[in-house]
C-alpha cells in the first residue's frame, strides 16, 4: 500500500526534474561563458602567439557562436560525455570521479553532525524553553550561523592540530577518520544552528498542542510524549532546512576544502576557475547543481514517508 502511495507523486517528481536540470545547464553555460572570458588566453598567458591562440580556439570550438557552443555541449552531455579539460588533457567525467568521492565523504559527515547536533540542541532546548539552557543553545545556534566557514576552519586547526595535536592540519592521508574530523566540523557547524532553531520552534509550537497535554495527563512519560508524539510531528519543517542546507553544505564545501586541503570537488572547482579550464568548471557546478535537485526530491520523499495527509493530497 506504501509503494503504490508513493509511486505517483515520485513519477512526477522526477518528471518535474527534467526542465529544471535543462534550465540549469543553459544557466550554467551562460554564466561561465561570460564569467571565466577567454580560456586560450589563459592557457597561454597574455603575450601568447596569436596564431596558437586562434589554433587553440578553433581546437575547442571556441570561435563559434555561443548558441553552437551550447547545443555541442548539451549532444555531449546526454551522451554522458561532460567534455575535456584544457589543462589536465583529460575526460571532466573522469576528473569529477576522482574527486567525488572525497565531497561526498565529507558532506555525508557533515550532514550527520549537523542534523545529530541540531536536532539535539533543538529538543533540549525545547524540553525547557526560556530557561538558561535553552538561552545558551540558542546563543551557540547563532554563533554557528554567523561564522564564516574559513575563518572557523582555520581556528579548528589552530586548536586541535597545532595546540593540541589530536587531528592532522591538513590533507585526505589515507582516508582514516583523523583527517575527516575537522573539515567535517567546519562544514557541519555552517547547518547545525539553522537546525537547532528550527527544531526548537517547531518542537515548542507542537508541545503547546492539546493531544500533548492530553497525552502527559494519561501519564506518560516526558520522553515517550516527545519522542513518540511531538517528535514526529515537529519533523516538516526541521526536514525542510535540512534539505535546504544542502545549498549551505555546496557552497561551504569550496572553503572548507580549500582550507583543509581536501581533494574534493570544491577545490577542484577553485582552481578550475583561477585556470579558467572551462568544461571542468560546468562539469563541477552541474555536479552540485543535480545533488542540490536530489537533494530537494529526496526531502519531498521525507515528506510523503513523514505525514501520510500529504500521500492522500
Do not use: C
Amino acid at each position: 500500500m506504501m509503494l503504490a502511495e508513493l509511486s505517483q507523486p515520485v513519477g512526477k517528481r522526477l518528471l518535474a526534474l527534467i526542465p529544471v536540470l535543462f534550465g540549469i545547464s543553459l544557466l550554467v553555460f551562460i554564466l561561465n561563458a561570460v564569467a571565466l572570458g577567454d580560456p586560450a588566453r589563459a592557457m597561454l598567458g597574455q603575450r601568447g602567439d596569436p596564431e596558437l591562440i586562434a589554433q587553440i580556439r578553433e581546437e575547442y570550438a571556441l570561435d563559434r557562436p555561443l548558441w553552437v557552443q551550447y547545443w555541442t555541449w548539451m549532444a555531449r552531455l546526454l551522451q554522458g560525455n561532460l567534455g575535456r579539460s584544457y589543462h589536465q588533457q583529460r575526460p571532466v567525467s573522469q576528473v569529477v570521479a576522482e574527486r567525488f568521492p572525497a565531497t561526498f565523504k565529507l558532506a555525508i559527515a557533515a550532514t550527520l553532525i549537523a542534523v545529530g547536533a541540531g536536532l539535539t540542541m533543538g529538543i533540549a532546548a525545547a524540553i525547557r524553553p526560556a530557561s538558561v539552557l535553552d538561552h545558551l543553545l540558542m546563543g551557540a545556534a547563532v554563533i554557528g550561523i554567523s561564522t564564516p566557514v574559513f575563518w572557523l576552519g582555520l581556528m579548528l586547526s589552530l586548536l586541535f592540530a597545532v595546540w593540541l595535536g589530536w587531528f592532522p592540519v591538513s590533507g585526505y592521508g589515507d582516508g582514516a577518520l583523523t583527517h575527516l574530523v575537522l573539515p567535517a566540523l567546519t562544514l557541519g557547524a555552517l547547518h547545525t544552528g539553522t537546525i537547532a532553531r528550527m527544531a526548537r520552534s517547531s518542537l515548542v509550537e507542537v508541545i503547546r498542542q492539546d493531544y500533548i497535554q492530553a497525552a502527559r495527563a494519561k501519564g506518560l512519560a516526558e520522553l515517550a510524549v516527545i519522542g513518540k508524539h511531538a517528535l514526529k510531528n515537529a519533523l516538516i519543517p526541521v526536514v525542510t532546512v535540512i534539505g535546504i542546507g544542502l545549498a549551505d553544505l555546496l557552497v561551504g564545501a569550496p572553503l572548507t576544502e580549500t582550507v583543509f586541503a581536501w581533494p574534493g570537488l570544491g577545490r577542484m572547482l577553485v582552481a578550475a576557475v583561477g585556470q579558467r579550464d572551462l568544461p571542468v568548471v560546468m562539469g563541477a557546478v552541474l555536479v552540485f547543481a543535480v545533488i542540490y535537485v536530489l537533494g530537494n526530491l529526496l526531502v519531498d520523499l521525507a515528506y510523503l514517508l513523514i505525514d501520510p495527509r500529504i500521500r492522500r493530497e
